[in-house]
């Protein structure tokens, strides 16, 4: 199925919207279509809260940026403009065990060399010897061009939620 990027955004924004709390953005000044948080929190405790045995905090913003033309300068620059913001927005302290920030392209072409960029990006950062964990950093590209979804190593994982959401034969079927 070939898909418009509002319309493909559309289903990323509806399929999100169970598990993440998804921030819609109408800046025309920036492409960033939508910011989706989110939190877990797990604990283990013996017979009162007060004995707690260890507790882990993971988090997780991905952002859906609209891009029509994909190149290797708006790549860099929404690249770390994703993860400076991201940043700001992690609870790193005793107990955090993890985040993910991930800026998923959404675009009509992607150049080869931006591709290439996106694919090679390792972005990781631990927080006192990862004693209060780490940021990892997934990125993802969605060529609607093409129908091709690209994603760095870390971000594997994404590509193929993307692949289900947006291209998967059941999913198709029941929107009919």
Same mark, same amino acid.
């Given at each position: 199925? *070939?898909? !418009?990027?509002?319309?493909? %955004? &559309?289903? %990323? +924004? ?14 025309? *000044? ?12 797990? *604990?283990?405790?013996?017979? @009162?809260?007060?004995?707690? $045995? =260890? @507790? ?5 913003? %991905? ?10 300068? $708006?790549?860099?620059? =929404? ?10 927005? $992690? ?7 993890? @985040? ?16 290439? &960029?996106? #694919? ?5 950062? @631990? ?11 997934? !990125? &993802? ?15 594997? !994982?994404?590509? #193929? +939620?993307?692949? #289900?959401?947006?291209?998967? *034969? ?7």
């Amino acid at each position: 199925m *070939q898909y !418009t990027r509002e319309a493909a %955004l &559309a289903r %990323l +924004i509806k399929s999100f919207e169970t598990y993440y709390n998804v921030h819609r953005f109408d800046d025309e *000044q920036i492409p960033i279509t939508a910011r989706c948080d989110f939190f877990e929190h797990s *604990q283990k405790y013996v017979i @009162s809260r007060k004995a707690e $045995l =260890w @507790s882990a905090d993971c988090e997780e913003f %991905l952002y859906l940026l609209d891009i029509p033309h994909l190149t290797l300068p $708006l790549y860099e620059k =929404w690249r770390d403009h994703v993860r400076e913001d991201g940043m700001g927005r $992690l609870h790193v302290g005793p107990g955090h065990m993890y @985040s993910f920030i991930t800026p998923v392209f959404v675009c009509d072409h992607c150049d080869e060399d931006a591709r290439k &960029a996106l #694919k090679r990006c390792r972005i990781y950062k @631990s927080f006192h010897f990862s004693l209060h964990g780490w940021m990892d950093f997934h !990125t &993802a590209v969605v060529d609607l061009g093409r129908s091709r979804i690209d994603a760095n190593r870390s971000g594997h !994982t994404t590509a #193929k +939620i993307l692949k #289900k959401v947006l291209y998967s *034969q059941t999913n198709n079927r029941r929107e009919s």
